[in-house]
């Protein structure tokens, strides 16, 4: 597995990110983290290093720059603005495909709480790209164009502890024209701390992404 270090460039940001990426890669999936979160967050983390181990890539970025990233009151409100991580997300997205190590594999999406709004706003604007999104205790309810844009299929998986979030993943199932699925984990809390609790997110996001991503 290559590792490196990368920067994405986007209309209107340079962005750090981790590129992994295999020989025979199937597949490569773009990881957008939730509000106050980056890339070296330990659970997406866990979920892209088992992906490699399966012959998935795996892209981790942050969608905003360091500057951006301060914990103080001038940037908090960037780290809710659905909008511009949805508008980077898809950067991210049109630079896997015009990237001479990426261009030819089919991408999946992994969301996590507000980056899953993003995800899902990235996946519609870029169809012909995106063939499968996965969210981890998402806001899906947040994308900014609504569900109903969505083409490609999409697993929402929740913490059985963690009501809202299985409230607002079955209602959007119920908004969505394509194939989707929830997947409650009992006795899980929203972040998933619970013993076995990330290797059964894990499992569920592998099989999705094994099932819909073409090749």
């Not at 773009?30 to 983390?45: D, E, I, K, T, V």
């Amino acid at each position: 597995m290559d590792v490196r270090d990368v920067t994405v460039k986007t209309s209107d940001a340079e962005l750090s990110g981790d590129l992994a990426l295999g020989p025979e890669a199937a597949g490569v999936v773009l990881f957008a983290h939730g509000s106050g979160s980056s890339r070296h967050s330990p659970r997406n983390r866990t979920v892209a290093e088992a992906l490699n181990r399966s012959g998935f890539g795996t892209l981790l970025i942050d969608l905003l720059t360091d500057d951006e990233g301060r914990r103080d009151e001038e940037t908090r409100e960037l780290r809710f603005d659905i909008p511009l991580l949805t508008r980077r997300l898809t950067g991210a997205v049109d630079w896997l495909a015009a990237s001479e190590r990426t261009s030819g594999l089919p991408v999946g999406l992994f969301g996590a709480s507000t980056g899953a709004a993003a995800a899902v706003g990235a996946a519609a604007a870029r169809p012909e790209r995106v063939h499968a999104v996965v969210s981890r205790g998402g806001r899906v309810d947040l994308a900014p164009n609504g569900l109903s844009t969505l083409s490609a299929p999409i697993l929402m998986i929740a913490g059985g502890f963690d009501e809202p979030i299985v409230r607002i993943s079955f209602e959007a199932q119920r908004a969505l024209h394509v194939a989707s699925d929830v997947h409650v984990i009992p006795d899980a809390s929203h972040l998933f701390e619970e013993p076995g609790a990330m290797e059964q997110v894990t499992g569920a996001a592998m099989d999705w992404f094994r099932d819909h991503l073409p090749g």
